[in-house]
């Protein structure tokens, strides 16, 4: 989950990193997500998951300084992930690709952004769930240097099904 560009140590990750840094990769570009991209996020956001968030939810992690949400654009959004940091821990609340821009590197790339600006933020752990049939993002995980840590029973409700528990130091 590149280093992010422009961010000064004892800078704020949260709502004030929304200052326009970005990091890019080739046409695509990653930085933290505005009030302009609440819109496609949430398009995004209830195309991909069975119990999407709200635009309102999304408008409200923008003022929250312990979430960060970065998107990934070219010209039209290509993806997101978003982290909910406490203390030095950081949980990975999305990630989400729109389905013709897979396997074109966005969800690493938006990982490895995440990661970086989680360092910078003195964040020492990051954790998710991810569904227990979801193979394809629990090899991505993987391959960014996550592990299974454990097993969330029934924890996705639509369809019910457990999730694994996945982190990794950083």
Known sequence: MAKAQGMAEHEPVGRAAADGCT??????TIRPMTEED?????ALEAETFSMPWSKKSL????????????VARE??????????MSLDE?????????????????????????????AEANICR???????SNTAAMKLYESCGFAIAGTRKRFYERPVEDAWVMNKSI
């Open 59 to 70: 408008m409200e992690t923008l003022c929250q300084e312990e979430m960060l949400f970065l």
């Open 90 to 118: 950081g949980e990975i609340t999305n990630v989400a690709v729109r389905e013709n821009a897979r396997r074109r590197g966005v969800a690493r790339r938006l990982l490895e952004e995440l990661t970086a600006r989680m």
């Open 38 to 42: 609440i819109r496609e996020v949430a």
């Open 75 to 84: 010209k039209a959004l290509l993806g997101y992930a978003g982290v909910c």
């Open 23 to 28: 990091a890019s990769i080739g046409q695509m």
């Open 126 to 132: 990051l954790v998710l769930e991810v569904r227990v």
